[in-house]
């Protein structure tokens, strides 16, 4: 059984070693892009392995939303938890992002977000 893989996407080095450093030490393959362009490449070229999403809302270039909405244009039942600073309404991004947690939340809360978005797409039978 293979491990799942969270495309993970931040404009910042160190957030992005954390993600690395926290999902590989809880089972999870991880592919780090540092901005929307880089992020979709890797996705359609993985697109196939990866199972959800972690993405920053605040990026330059094109936005956490931006990249949301072209993610779920090619696969709608990606899950895509959003992760920012300065989060808007989550009600304002359905269908696109499933959950958002503001950034500086305990680990804990991050890990379990995307398993609990990981775990519903299973059940439903989209894995």
Same mark, same amino acid.
């Given at each position: 059984?293979?491990?799942?893989t969270?495309?993970?996407?931040?404009?910042?080095?160190?957030?992005?070693?954390?993600?690395q450093?926290?999902?590989?030490?809880?089972g999870?393959e991880?592919?780090?892009?540092?901005?929307g362009h880089?992020?979709?490449?890797?996705?359609?070229?993985?697109?196939?392995?990866?199972?959800?999403?972690?993405?920053?809302?605040?990026?330059? %270039?094109?936005? %956490?939303?931006?990249?949301?909405v072209?993610?779920?244009?090619?696969?709608?039942?990606?899950?895509?938890?959003?992760?920012s600073?300065?989060l808007p309404?989550?009600?304002?991004?359905?269908?696109?992002?499933?959950?958002?947690?503001?950034?500086?939340?305990?680990v804990?809360?991050?890990?379990? %977000?995307?398993?609990?978005?990981?775990d519903?797409?299973?059940?439903? %039978?989209?894995?």
């Open positions: 059984m293979r491990s799942p969270v495309l993970c996407v931040d404009d910042a080095d160190a957030i992005l070693e954390l993600y450093d926290l999902l590989c030490q809880h999870y991880v592919l780090a892009a540092s901005d880089q992020a979709l490449q890797a996705f359609h070229a993985n697109a196939e392995d990866i199972d959800a999403a972690i993405l920053d809302y605040d990026m330059p %270039g094109m936005n %956490g939303f931006e990249l949301a072209r993610l779920k244009n090619h696969d709608p039942a990606l899950p895509i938890l959003m992760i600073g300065h309404d989550l009600e304002e991004m359905v269908p696109f992002v499933d959950a958002a947690l503001s950034k500086g939340v305990p804990k809360e991050i890990l379990n %977000g995307i398993k609990l978005l990981i519903t797409r299973e059940r439903r %039978g989209v894995a």
